[in-house]
T-cell receptor
């Protein structure tokens, strides 16, 4: 059974304080690992797809990396508008399995 | 504008009263899917469809039905809702050759 575990569950940062979110996974036949951002009351919004170990993707203050067992979402010098829940998901076959998410709060 | 539209956004109903949550996408996507999101359990897949007239069960299909008669629409049907189906529901779609899912805004359902 595919499993995705995200840590920490919640993270409080000061504006400008860089940190990383973790996504550990076990899956049979990984087709892709995805990161989404979800704001309260909204649907998840796509951020990145990673397909193979060693791959990295960047977007503004966010950088996603992938190993054979986990992925990291690095946030450099975060701003209050980066506050959201970040979801990790793995795709095997035709289904996505999501982790529980990390709720990020960035204080000014 | 590319979007996935769900209706209703909010609904309070009673046990046993059949209801349908509609989902429509304007991106000509082959793949559509329904998820429910519950505190502590995250997003869980209910059903998905690879194309018209092709549907498959996800992780939590019990108590739900779907149909895919047209490419753009993928309604979620609760034949006899129960309180344990109180949840936030999301519809999503994507092209067959991409992994990026586009999500709707969500439908918050309360079953009394």
């Amino acid at each position: 059974e595919d499993q995705v575990t995200q840590s920490p569950e919640a993270l409080r940062l000061q504006e400008g304080e860089s940190s990383s979110l973790n996504c550990s996974y076990t899956v049979s036949g990984l087709r892709g690992l995805f990161w989404y951002r979800q704001d309260p009351g909204k649907g998840p919004e796509f951020l990145f797809t990673l397909y193979s170990a060693g791959e990295e993707k960047e977007k503004e203050r966010l950088k996603a990396t992938l190993t054979k067992k986990e992925s990291f979402l690095h946030i450099t010098a975060p701003k209050p508008e980066d506050s959201a829940t970040y979801l990790c998901a793995v795709q095997a076959r035709n289904m996505l399995t999501f982790g529980g998410g990390t709720r990020l709060m960035v204080k000014p | 504008e590319a979007q996935v539209t769900q209706n209703p956004r909010y609904l309070i109903t009673v046990t046993g009263k059949k209801l349908t949550v509609t989902c429509s996408q304007n991106m000509n996507h082959e793949y559509m899917s329904w998820y429910r999101q519950d505190p502590g359990l995250g997003l869980r897949q209910i059903y998905y469809s690879m194309n018209v007239e092709v549907t498959d069960k996800g992780d939590v299909p019990e108590g739900y039905k779907v149909s895919r008669k047209e490419k753009r629409n993928f309604p979620l049907i609760l034949e006899s809702p129960s309180p344990n189906q109180t949840s936030l529901y999301f519809c999503a779609s994507r092209g067959l050759n991409t992994g990026e899912l586009f999500f709707g805004e969500g439908s918050r359902l309360t079953v009394l």
